[in-house]
Protein backbone atom coordinates (compact mmCIF):
# COMPACT_ATOMS: atom_id res chain seq x y z
CA UNK A 1 0.00 0.00 0.00
CA UNK A 2 0.94 3.43 -0.69
CA UNK A 3 2.29 5.29 2.36
CA UNK A 4 1.66 8.69 1.03
CA UNK A 5 -1.53 9.12 -1.80
CA UNK A 6 -1.78 12.48 -3.42
CA UNK A 7 -4.13 11.77 -5.84
CA UNK A 8 -4.21 15.67 -7.89
CA UNK A 9 -1.09 15.41 -10.42
CA UNK A 10 -2.17 18.71 -11.15
CA UNK A 11 -3.61 21.92 -10.18
CA UNK A 12 -4.66 25.63 -11.31
CA UNK A 13 -5.14 28.38 -9.04
CA UNK A 14 -5.59 32.12 -10.08
CA UNK A 15 -3.48 34.89 -8.16
CA UNK A 16 -4.27 35.67 -5.29
CA UNK A 17 -6.88 32.81 -4.41
CA UNK A 18 -5.98 30.33 -2.05
CA UNK A 19 -5.65 26.84 -3.15
CA UNK A 20 -5.56 23.10 -1.08
CA UNK A 21 -3.44 20.20 -2.40
CA UNK A 22 -4.60 16.92 -1.07
CA UNK A 23 -2.51 14.32 0.82
CA UNK A 24 -3.73 11.28 2.57
CA UNK A 25 -1.25 8.93 4.24
CA UNK A 26 -1.21 5.39 5.68
CA UNK A 27 1.14 4.42 9.02
CA UNK A 28 0.35 2.28 12.09
CA UNK A 29 2.93 3.86 13.65
CA UNK A 30 1.56 6.73 16.69
CA UNK A 31 4.40 8.77 16.18
CA UNK A 32 5.19 10.32 12.72
CA UNK A 33 5.65 13.98 10.92
CA UNK A 34 3.57 15.27 8.23
CA UNK A 35 6.27 17.51 5.86
CA UNK A 36 5.89 19.32 2.62
CA UNK A 37 8.13 20.47 0.06
CA UNK A 38 8.22 22.47 -2.66
CA UNK A 39 10.22 21.91 -5.88
CA UNK A 40 9.91 24.76 -8.73
CA UNK A 41 11.33 24.10 -12.05
CA UNK A 42 15.07 24.42 -11.12
CA UNK A 43 15.00 21.61 -9.16
CA UNK A 44 15.81 22.30 -5.46
CA UNK A 45 13.30 21.00 -2.62
CA UNK A 46 12.71 23.74 -0.30
CA UNK A 47 10.75 22.63 2.81
CA UNK A 48 7.66 24.23 3.44
CA UNK A 49 5.84 23.40 6.79
CA UNK A 50 5.89 20.10 9.58
CA UNK A 51 3.19 18.58 11.11
CA UNK A 52 3.88 16.29 14.55
CA UNK A 53 1.36 13.68 15.04
CA UNK A 54 0.83 14.29 18.45
CA UNK A 55 0.48 18.65 17.34
CA UNK A 56 -2.98 19.47 18.46
CA UNK A 57 -3.04 22.48 16.35
CA UNK A 58 -2.69 22.69 12.74
CA UNK A 59 1.14 24.01 11.52
CA UNK A 60 1.15 27.06 9.61
CA UNK A 61 4.06 29.37 8.39
CA UNK A 62 3.12 32.71 6.62
CA UNK A 63 1.02 31.36 3.63
CA UNK A 64 1.28 28.01 4.10
CA UNK A 65 -0.84 26.07 6.45
CA UNK A 66 -1.33 22.20 7.27
CA UNK A 67 -5.06 21.46 7.50
CA UNK A 68 -4.58 18.17 9.92
CA UNK A 69 -7.34 15.57 10.57
CA UNK A 70 -5.85 12.94 12.35
CA UNK A 71 -8.67 10.30 11.87
CA UNK A 72 -8.81 10.79 8.40
CA UNK A 73 -5.29 10.40 7.78
CA UNK A 74 -5.13 13.76 5.89
CA UNK A 75 -2.82 16.49 5.91
CA UNK A 76 -3.62 18.87 3.24
CA UNK A 77 -1.12 21.93 2.58
CA UNK A 78 -3.41 25.14 2.39
CA UNK A 79 -2.20 28.38 0.16
CA UNK A 80 -3.26 31.05 0.96
CA UNK A 81 -2.97 34.21 -1.39
CA UNK A 82 -0.77 32.66 -4.22
CA UNK A 83 1.77 33.97 -5.95
CA UNK A 84 3.24 33.83 -9.20
CA UNK A 85 6.17 31.97 -7.81
CA UNK A 86 4.15 29.34 -5.97
CA UNK A 87 3.95 27.19 -9.33
CA UNK A 88 5.95 24.27 -8.77
CA UNK A 89 5.55 20.56 -7.90
CA UNK A 90 4.50 20.18 -4.26
CA UNK A 91 5.52 17.14 -2.49
CA UNK A 92 3.69 15.46 0.86
CA UNK A 93 6.37 13.24 3.22
CA UNK A 94 6.21 11.03 5.85
CA UNK A 95 8.43 10.30 8.34
CA UNK A 96 8.28 7.03 10.37
CA UNK A 97 9.93 6.80 13.67
CA UNK A 98 10.68 2.87 12.69
CA UNK A 99 13.95 3.08 10.02
CA UNK A 100 14.18 6.62 10.30
CA UNK A 101 12.90 7.14 6.17
CA UNK A 102 10.69 9.68 4.45
CA UNK A 103 8.22 8.44 2.32
CA UNK A 104 6.91 10.94 -0.34
CA UNK A 105 3.90 11.18 -2.08
CA UNK A 106 3.91 11.37 -6.43
CA UNK A 107 3.60 15.37 -6.12
CA UNK A 108 1.30 18.18 -7.38
CA UNK A 109 2.09 20.43 -9.91
CA UNK A 110 0.69 23.63 -9.05
CA UNK A 111 -0.09 26.45 -11.19
CA UNK A 112 -0.77 29.98 -10.43
CA UNK A 113 -2.31 31.79 -13.33
CA UNK A 114 -2.08 35.56 -13.28
CA UNK B 1 28.22 24.56 6.83
CA UNK B 2 24.72 26.50 6.74
CA UNK B 3 23.36 24.46 3.78
CA UNK B 4 23.75 20.60 2.25
CA UNK B 5 26.21 20.91 -0.67
CA UNK B 6 26.51 18.24 -3.10
CA UNK B 7 29.23 17.72 -6.03
CA UNK B 8 29.36 17.35 -8.79
CA UNK B 9 26.46 19.36 -9.63
CA UNK B 10 26.04 17.10 -13.11
CA UNK B 11 27.65 14.46 -13.99
CA UNK B 12 28.30 12.21 -17.47
CA UNK B 13 29.29 8.33 -17.29
CA UNK B 14 29.18 5.93 -20.19
CA UNK B 15 27.41 2.53 -18.99
CA UNK B 16 29.18 -0.08 -16.82
CA UNK B 17 31.34 3.38 -15.81
CA UNK B 18 31.68 4.07 -11.97
CA UNK B 19 29.60 7.34 -10.87
CA UNK B 20 30.75 8.85 -7.56
CA UNK B 21 28.22 11.62 -5.48
CA UNK B 22 29.28 13.62 -2.71
CA UNK B 23 27.67 15.22 -0.30
CA UNK B 24 28.15 17.22 2.77
CA UNK B 25 25.53 17.87 5.68
CA UNK B 26 24.71 20.89 7.66
CA UNK B 27 27.16 21.29 10.53
CA UNK B 28 26.14 19.68 13.37
CA UNK B 29 23.00 17.41 11.57
CA UNK B 30 23.78 14.09 12.70
CA UNK B 31 21.27 12.53 10.16
CA UNK B 32 21.96 12.12 6.29
CA UNK B 33 19.60 10.39 3.61
CA UNK B 34 20.06 9.72 -0.05
CA UNK B 35 17.14 9.91 -2.90
CA UNK B 36 17.03 8.95 -6.19
CA UNK B 37 14.28 10.88 -8.04
CA UNK B 38 13.83 9.66 -11.81
CA UNK B 39 11.19 11.09 -13.12
CA UNK B 40 9.65 14.44 -11.57
CA UNK B 41 7.56 13.07 -9.39
CA UNK B 42 9.22 10.38 -7.59
CA UNK B 43 11.46 10.20 -5.04
CA UNK B 44 12.80 6.66 -4.12
CA UNK B 45 14.51 6.75 -0.64
CA UNK B 46 18.04 4.87 -1.19
CA UNK B 47 20.36 4.93 2.46
CA UNK B 48 20.38 6.99 6.06
CA UNK B 49 23.31 7.61 8.04
CA UNK B 50 22.86 8.65 11.49
CA UNK B 51 26.86 9.63 12.31
CA UNK B 52 28.80 7.56 10.58
CA UNK B 53 26.18 4.40 10.80
CA UNK B 54 24.15 2.82 8.19
CA UNK B 55 20.66 3.61 10.07
CA UNK B 56 18.59 2.49 7.00
CA UNK B 57 19.50 0.64 3.80
CA UNK B 58 16.41 -0.86 2.88
CA UNK B 59 15.86 1.65 -0.86
CA UNK B 60 19.34 0.21 -2.10
CA UNK B 61 20.05 -1.76 -4.93
CA UNK B 62 23.38 -3.55 -2.96
CA UNK B 63 24.95 -4.71 -6.05
CA UNK B 64 25.57 -1.79 -7.10
CA UNK B 65 24.99 0.69 -4.72
CA UNK B 66 27.56 2.22 -1.82
CA UNK B 67 27.72 4.95 0.57
CA UNK B 68 29.93 5.94 3.60
CA UNK B 69 29.60 8.64 5.98
CA UNK B 70 32.67 9.00 7.52
CA UNK B 71 34.08 11.28 10.04
CA UNK B 72 35.53 14.72 8.70
CA UNK B 73 34.68 13.26 4.95
CA UNK B 74 31.63 14.45 2.61
CA UNK B 75 29.42 11.44 3.24
CA UNK B 76 29.28 9.66 -0.52
CA UNK B 77 27.30 7.62 -2.71
CA UNK B 78 29.26 5.15 -5.26
CA UNK B 79 27.45 3.80 -7.75
CA UNK B 80 29.94 0.83 -9.50
CA UNK B 81 28.67 -0.50 -13.43
CA UNK B 82 26.08 1.92 -13.98
CA UNK B 83 23.21 1.27 -16.06
CA UNK B 84 21.03 3.30 -18.34
CA UNK B 85 18.25 3.35 -15.22
CA UNK B 86 20.47 5.20 -13.31
CA UNK B 87 20.40 8.50 -14.43
CA UNK B 88 18.57 10.40 -12.25
CA UNK B 89 18.71 13.25 -10.22
CA UNK B 90 20.29 11.98 -6.79
CA UNK B 91 19.52 13.97 -3.45
CA UNK B 92 21.43 14.18 0.14
CA UNK B 93 19.25 15.41 2.76
CA UNK B 94 20.39 16.13 6.48
CA UNK B 95 18.45 16.55 9.56
CA UNK B 96 19.57 17.37 13.42
CA UNK B 97 16.86 15.16 15.16
CA UNK B 98 15.55 13.17 12.03
CA UNK B 99 12.48 15.21 11.85
CA UNK B 100 12.94 18.26 9.11
CA UNK B 101 14.88 17.21 6.95
CA UNK B 102 17.31 20.31 4.18
CA UNK B 103 17.73 19.01 1.00
CA UNK B 104 21.26 19.69 -1.09
CA UNK B 105 20.28 20.98 -4.55
CA UNK B 106 21.09 17.18 -6.10
CA UNK B 107 23.08 15.53 -8.70
CA UNK B 108 22.05 14.95 -12.21
CA UNK B 109 23.23 11.97 -13.30
CA UNK B 110 23.42 10.80 -16.90
CA UNK B 111 24.53 7.84 -17.88
CA UNK B 112 24.80 7.41 -21.54
Known amino acids: AQKITQTQPGMFVQEKEAVTLDCTYD???????LFWYKQPSSGEMIFLIY??????QNATEGRYSLNFQKARKSANLVISASQLGDSAMYFCAMREPTGNQFYFGTGTSLTVIP | GEEVAQTPKHLVRGEGQKAKLYCAPI?????VFWYQQVLKNEFKFLISFQNENVFDETGMPKERFSAKCLPNSPCSLEIQATKLEDSAVYFCASSLWGNEQFFGPGTRLTVL
Open chain 1, 27 to 33: TSDQSYG
Open chain 2, 27 to 31: KGHSY
Open chain 1, 51 to 56: QGSYDE
